[in-house]
């Protein structure tokens, strides 16, 4: 397998990448390999999902040869409340890989949404479980729209849904340099997590996101909290548990961490 060779010297995935035709969802094949104890750093990559689901259970189109479907295990000791930052570090690793390989201008959509203008490419799901006295057990998944034509999209997610291939215009994208680009890149960030180096991840998130700083939103009602209902603010980058801060026309600051919260404004 030439992924494997591409991850040789890539610790801590190098020998511990599973590679399947098809599987209902790759991180509940993590979760299963987590239950029997597999290693921090294992890989699952499929060529085809037949029940990938992104954030809040929603699915995710995995069709077969057209995209890139890859979760990891890490066991980190973070806080509860910072294991957002692994999710933000996992978008960035995606966003600059897509980058690398289609050589086109893809953005993060927050927390952790890849876009190519309004249009979105992939996403991340992080799962995190802590079986009472063991390990705790995160599970972080990718799926990329790699090599779909527009023809390939589902009707309903065709008017705002696209791919590397049309994004960039390239006929032949290569999956697997793809996905050893991004390992090698979520090799990096958790280096950083690990050596506290989050400001370094944040800075790159925020380089790559397009409303990070500076943008208009509304805030809903649940994360506004309680009878304070919604409101509207602008954006003022990450603080330091990956919370995006917004910033009220009264001058105070709030930190947001539900994802679906934030609905960007025109203007």
Request: proline share 5%.
């Amino acid at each position: 397998m030439r992924l494997s060779r591409l991850l040789r010297s890539t610790p801590p995935f190098a020998g511990r990448l599973h590679v399947l035709p098809t599987v209902d969802s790759t991180n509940d094949e993590v979760r299963r390999l987590a239950s029997r104890n597999a290693e921090e750093g294992t890989v699952v990559a499929a060529n085809q999902q037949t029940a990938g689901r992104g954030r809040l259970g929603r699915p995710w189109h995995s069709p077969a040869g057209t995209g890139l479907y890859i979760s990891v295990l890490f066991c980190p000791e973070d806080p509860p409340d910072r294991v957002t930052r692994w999710t933000l570090a996992a978008s960035v690793a995606a966003c600059e890989a897509c980058r690398e390989i289609a050589g086109c201008a893809v953005e993060i959509d927050w927390p952790n949404d890849l876009v190519v203008g309004r249009r979105k490419l992939g996403g991340i799901l992080a799962e995190l479980r802590s079986p009472s006295g063991r390990r705790s057990e995160l599970v972080i998944g990718a799926g990329l729209n790699v090599s779909q034509r527009r023809q390939d999209l589902p009707e309903d997610l065709a008017p705002r849904a696209t791919s590397l291939h049309l994004a960039s215009g390239r006929s032949i994208l290569d999956r697997e340099r793809l996905a050893a680009a991004y390992l090698r890149r979520l090799a990096w960030a958790r280096d950083r997590l690990r050596g506290d180096e989050w400001d370094e991840v944040a800075r790159r998130w925020e380089r790559l996101a397009c409303g990070a700083h500076g943008s208009r939103v509304r805030v809903l009602a649940d994360e506004a909290g309680g009878d304070r209902g919604s409101y509207e603010g602008v954006t003022a980058g990450l603080d330091p548990t990956g919370a995006l801060l917004v910033r009220r026309s009264d001058g105070t600051i709030v930190a947001v961490r539900m994802a679906d919260a934030v609905v960007p404004l025109e203007g």
